[in-house]
């Protein structure tokens, strides 16, 4: 898969259909947590959803936050990624992919690896890989950027 793959993830009504197939109760709190997460490309954590669905919902518990996510999960619907700071986001592209994650800020994005299949690895010793999921580390573009400085400069009187 290509840098430039758009990846589709579940509309909302489909999430809706899903839900209710599996015979979980789909509220309006649920449907709110399916629209923010749709197409959501900034791998949120639950507190982060939780923060802005309270905005536009107040009364949602955290507690239903992280059992739709974890419901969602369970069905393939998100991806459950272990970031490098410790907190654990959620990411509604369930495509074969990987992340790269700034070790300053640590913003989380989707990448893609091309020839994945002929990356070679050693001492797995018998070890039968079903999968691999790779992050990269390292500064994101706005961390790079220097940050401006302020220069004071007297004035003569």
Not at 7 to 23: D, N, S, Y
Not at 30 to 57: D, G, Y
Not at 134 to 146: D, E, H, R
């Amino acid at each position: 898969m290509s840098a430039s793959t758009v990846i589709l993830v579940l509309a909302p009504a489909e999430l809706t259909r899903a839900f209710r197939a599996r015979g979980l109760k789909v509220t309006p709190q649920r449907q709110l947590l399916f629209s923010l997460l749709h197409c959501n490309e900034t791998h949120p954590t639950a507190e982060a959803l939780f923060a802005v669905a309270s905005k536009l919902m107040p009364g949602i518990s955290l507690r239903t936050v992280y059992q739709t996510l974890n419901d969602l999960a369970a069905m393939g619907e998100l991806q459950v990624v272990q970031s490098a700071g410790g907190s654990t986001r959620f990411d509604p592209n369930v495509a074969d992919h990987h992340h790269a994650q700034c070790d300053r800020c640590g913003e989380l994005h989707d990448v893609y690896v091309d020839d994945l299949d002929r990356l070679e690895v050693s001492n797995l010793a018998g070890f039968r890989t079903d999968r691999a999921r790779i992050v990269f580390g390292g500064l994101c573009a706005a961390c790079q950027s220097p940050k401006p400085t302020k220069k004071t400069t007297k004035q003569r009187s």
